[in-house]
DNA sequence: GAAAAAACTTAAGGTATCTTAAGAAGCGAA
DNA sequence: TTCGCTTCTTAAGATACCTTAAGTTTTTTC
């Protein structure tokens, strides 16, 4: 909970009245290895902090292919942002990879705390725009690297994720199958 | 002039008083056939709406190869947006195709109307979303597609930009050499 | 309207990545 | 500790896409 506040803290800052605002809204839930937080046709509503444990969202393509598009782990958040801002139904699943504890925000009850703490308007602005930022360097990535590069830039950047999911997942993050992963690294060690 | 207002309008609602602040802050600017609005080293710091023309952005990656990343004609906005809201330099280029008529609006104006008139603030704060989510939608594409059905994707959500954009340039778009689509096309027909 | 420049096509040979299939290794549950 | 499930590896054959290079067509410029 601490660790929550720190967070926020990082961007914005909170006053005793607006940090109280806050808290009152907020929603511990806990999630086992392998549950899911949103599964497809259902609907993004609220903003997740993951306090402690690992998740990933992905969505199947039409051959039923795993695509993953994002990881997270203690204080990063994690949801299908796509749903949650246009308010349409997810295409994705959002789903434990281990026993995890979030902090969850109701979209209706932010809304209003934005209005009365415009701090966290702003807050959520940063989110957003670092959440565009992200997802442009990955079209960029994948369109000026090889598979292997995007691993190694995989690695530096998710240096203490790496270890903690299973390389398949990997491999689904960076576009390619286990198996021409497990090719690469073996061509590279 | 009147199309821009009449663009805003469709997402929000300005009164005469909002209206006339945002007129008074815009810029017009006129760009020729292949000039640049913005280059490498360059930073972002207006939003630019396409009155008549048609724009592009793209970066060379390290092998100098172009990679486009944005395309627009008229009603559409064109930017670097990641230097935009990171405030750092571009490694864009922002081109224009046609001759082309710009609208800008300069930052430091922006965030002072944002505070005046919220609306505004709501405008952007919704097409930074819509931008947010076609980037998504691209990885997903680019994941999920072959480079036909990338292009047909290409084809039925920007008709009326197709007809007025060499073929080389819809290459750089769907990630593929201008010789591979050259060859697709073949195929297909 | 001719010359120059830009864009598009064709084709051969090459490379990155996929598919399938099988076995090996690691790991959680009883 | 062992069984069963999940994950990882290996390898052969297939395919999507790239590179190079040359020729053709279209567009621009003077």
Redesign the pocket.
């Known amino acids: 909970m601490q660790l929550f506040i720190n967070h926020i803290n990082k961007d914005v800052t909170l006053d005793e009245v607006g940090l109280k605002k806050l808290s009152s809204i907020l929603v511990f839930k806990e999630l086992n290895?392998k549950e899911f937080l949103i599964k497809p046709g259902e609907a993004a509503n609220t903003m997740n902090f993951i306090v402690q444990g690992c998740m990933r969202s992905y969505y199947l393509d039409k051959?039923a292919?795993e695509h993953t598009l994002q990881l997270g782990i203690e204080q990063w958040w994690i949801n299908d942002l796509y749903s949650y801002l246009s308010r349409k139904k997810s295409r994705m699943y959002v789903q434990a990879?281990e026993k995890t504890l979030l902090i969850q925000i109701p979209r209706i009850e932010l809304e209003k705390l934005y209005i009365e703490v415009p701090e966290m308007s702003h807050f959520f602005r940063i989110k957003i725009q670092n959440a565009y930022v992200a997802v442009q360097e990955r079209v960029i990535d994948s369109m000026s690297?090889?598979?292997?590069?995007?691993y190694e830039n995989f690695r530096k950047a998710y240096r203490d994720i790496e270890q903690r999911?299973?390389?398949?997942?990997?491999?689904s993050y960076l576009?390619?199958?286990?198996?021409?992963?497990?090719?690469?690294?073996?061509k590279h060690s």
């Open positions: 290895k051959n292919q990879l690297d090889d598979a292997y590069e995007r999911v299973p390389q398949y997942i990997i491999a576009g390619v199958t286990p198996e021409f992963l497990s090719y690469l690294r073996k």
